[in-house]
């Protein structure tokens, strides 16, 4: 295993004593098998246990270890070092506020998140003597991929409507409401259409497909919303021949 | 503006697709072959591009063409400046638009309905 | 190293939390590198699409007006600043729809109706071939080469 030195520039921000965030740059022996991850745990372990960073499973899964890796939102844990030149700058998410160096305030995006009502709604509670219910592999499909989303937020840090919309709910959450608008066991779709399209809803979207290109899930959060917004057109157009039902 | 979102991406959506489709054939045709003397002086004669114009096939190909790119155009202008910024005067600005998409789409209309007038 | 401050208004808890944060900034990228400019000329295409409708719909009016006016609006666009625009609008919106088309088919549901939806590349490959053949046909019909 070769042994090279990379210099590691991360963005420090002590809440305490800086008025803005700044950066430091870690001159550090890097080996090309590590993910950008060891390199910050290295710093943390060996040079400046002063530094702040999220992690946890290091394998992709948890959705913790969001970061910009020179510009672009990747998962740290995913992100091989060898990718990249000599100098290697690592930033918090972007669009988040920041908590601490590279620790980002998540609190917004639970708020959008619960907004879509993330859960089956059904009508009436099922039976347990009706047996569980039956899905098909095509109507597992329907939604499957849009299932797949681990809440590590990148897409957030790429979109450009999230910078200019405050209330903009979002690529992961309005690809979760789409999900479960799609799901044959879900009756909640009305209630959810009228959420999206609230202010900040789906027709916020321009489709920059940033949330998609950048997602490591294969998610396709643009892709979701772009059908969610044809969903609302035919909805819209279907309420002209038989009225909507209200929502409670 | 937010009710009717979904009938103005409807517009956006069909306008985006038609004018991509549409418009560069007019564009490569009349604007640019016409204009640089190519194409046959007859083609785009009066008589003959009166007579297409009227055919009802020729009208609706027409309104379409001339009347949906406007919603297209406006959808991804309005959005264009809420990225960079112009949020707070989305109101102003995107009715200007979409007024602008309207008011051109009655016009296209009118237009078209005039040469069977 | 002090960051330049451009701060955005973004994902702002609904209430604060203990500590005070550093407002967040727009994405690095954003609006010069990486995949924005592809995405922002592809709104910008927005105004070929808004001015050649408009053109169109002024030939159309000028139709109506007679043989007269058709001429004189056929003889306007020669005039090289329309020339001009129009080799920028034809290219744009050439590339325009291919990019709209290269994009569709991730926008697309798995079931479309009752059927399955095609493998991307036929998608692609189908709209791209509407595009060129319509283009073709067109302008062959409308340039007088054929029927």
């Given amino acids: 295993m070769s042994e090279v030195k990379k210099t ?9 004593k800086d ?6 740059s870690y001159e550090i022996p890097v080996q090309d098998d590590w993910k950008v991850l060891e390199a910050l745990n290295y710093i943390k372990d060996n040079v400046d246990p002063t530094l702040s960073h999220r992690w946890s499973c290091r394998m992709a899964v948890c959705g913790s270890c969001g970061m910009n890796v ?18 290697i700058e690592v930033a918090p998410l972007a669009n988040f506020p920041v908590v601490r160096d590279l620790v980002v ?16 709604i059904a009508a009436k509670e099922r039976a347990a003597e009706e047996g569980t219910h039956r899905q ?47 799901d044959s066991r879900d009756e909640g779709a009305d209630e ?44 819209w157009a279907k309420s002209f021949v038989v009225p909507r039902r209200k929502s409670s | 503006m937010l009710k009717l979102e ?18 560069p054939v007019y564009i490569l045709v009349v604007a640019l072959g016409g204009g640089f003397g190519v194409v046959d002086g007859q083609a785009l004669g009066y008589d003959r591009v009166f007579a297409l114009a009227t055919n009802p096939i020729g009208s609706l190909v027409l309104v379409a063409a001339a009347a949906l790119p406007l919603w297209g155009g406006a959808h991804h202008l309005r959005h264009l400046w809420i990225d960079f910024g112009g949020l707070k005067s989305d109101g102003l600005v995107g009715g200007l638009f979409y007024g602008a998409a309207l008011v051109g789409s009655v016009y296209a209309v009118l237009a078209v309905l005039r040469l069977h007038g | 190293m002090t960051h330049a401050v451009p701060r955005v208004d973004a994902m702002k808890p609904s209430k604060p939390g203990p500590t005070r944060t550093a407002p967040p900034r727009p994405p690095d990228k954003f609006p010069g590198g ?7 000329a592809f709104g910008a295409c927005g105004a070929f699409l808004m001015i050649s409708a408009s053109l169109l719909t002024r030939g159309i009016w000028a139709l109506g007006n007679g043989e007269a006016a058709w001429d004189a609006y056929r003889a306007g666009l020669g005039h090289p600043a329309y020339l001009v625009y129009h080799v920028a609008a034809f290219l744009g919106l050439t590339w325009f729809v291919l990019r709209l088309f290269r994009l569709f088919p991730a926008t697309q549901p798995y079931r479309i109706g009752p059927l399955k939806r095609p493998p991307d590349a036929v998608l692609v490959a189908g709209l791209y071939g509407l595009f060129f053949t319509v283009l073709a046909v067109g302008t062959l019909f409308l340039g007088g080469a054929m029927l």
């Fill in chain 2, 6 to 23: 979904p009938v103005i991406w409807g517009l956006f959506s069909g306008g985006m697709m038609i004018g991509g489709i549409l418009l």
């Fill in chain 1, 105 to 120: 305030e998540l609190e917004g995006f639970m708020d959008k998140f619960k907004a879509v009502k993330p859960w089956i």
């Fill in chain 1, 70 to 87: 020179n510009g672009e939102p990747k998962l740290t844990c995913k992100d091989p070092i060898s990718s990249y030149g000599d100098t």
């Fill in chain 1, 192 to 235: 959810r259409n009228e959420i999206f399209r609230d202010e900040g809803g789906i027709f916020s979207c321009s489709y920059a497909n940033e949330c998609t290109e950048v997602c490591p899930k294969g998610v396709n959060p643009s892709g979701a919303i772009q059908q969610a917004k044809l969903n609302n057109v035919v909805d």
């Fill in chain 1, 8 to 16: 590691i520039v991360v963005t420090r921000f002590d809440p305490d």
């Fill in chain 1, 19 to 24: 008025e803005v965030p700044k950066t430091q």
């Fill in chain 3, 34 to 40: 990486g995949r924005y400019p592809a995405y922002l």
């Fill in chain 1, 136 to 182: 098909s592999p095509d109507e597992l499909a329907d939604f499957k991929s849009f299932s797949m989303c681990i809440n590590c937020m990148l897409c957030y840090s790429a979109c450009p409507v999230v910078s200019n919309e405050p209330d903009f709910l979002g690529p992961a959450a309005l690809a979760l409401g789409h999900r479960y608008n799609q």
